[in-house]
């Protein structure tokens, strides 16, 4: 279930060049959870929130509410199970700002290595590239469809889902 943005999306997208930023240096690690516990510079960069800001919250504080529940479902089921995820994400900076990310998670053991055994699971790693614009355009089309039949699938929406309902 979406919570409501920590953020007001203002529907304006950044791209990497404009940040000057290489996607590939974007890498996060969090703990089982999904808490973050490691956020590269360029990743502190690119979203505007601080370290301080970024340890121990959740990794959903970039989730932008245009994401469907489903795609981050999909995640955790793959992840959770040992399993290489890979998917096209559309995140929300603390700016109100969004940009996109080809992004690559995998589960780490304890010792911060790459682990297909979900008992030995301590947390996960994120990688990200930049997406073409094909890429983010075919994504956009997928997405705005899910989400939509997931927004009007339910009996009550939230003011902040009807707004974004509405742009759907």
């Not at 073409?132 to 469809?145: G, V």
Request: a positive charge; charged letters at 35%; proline letters at 5%.
């Amino acid at each position: 279930m979406a919570a409501k943005p920590r953020v007001k999306p203002l529907w304006v997208e950044v791209t990497f060049d404009e940040e000057g930023l290489d996607a590939r240096a974007l890498v996060t690690r969090t703990d089982k959870n999904g808490k973050i516990t490691f956020a590269s510079k360029a990743y502190r960069e690119m979203t505007k929130y601080s370290k301080d800001e970024l340890i121990g919250a959740p990794h959903s504080i970039v989730r932008h509410p245009f994401m469907p529940e489903a795609a981050f479902k999909k995640m955790w089921d793959t992840i959770e199970r040992g399993e290489h995820f890979n998917a096209l994400v559309m995140n929300l900076r603390k700016d109100g700002k969004h940009y996109w990310v080809d992004v690559h998670v995998d589960p780490i053991d304890k010792n911060g290595n790459v682990t297909s055994d979900p008992s030995k699971i301590a947390g996960y790693v994120a990688i990200r590239r930049e997406p073409t614009r094909d890429e983010i355009n075919e994504a956009y089309e997928l997405y705005k469809a899910i989400r939509k039949s997931e927004l009007l699938e339910k009996s009550h929406l939230k003011d902040w889902e009807k707004e974004l309902l509405q742009r759907l």
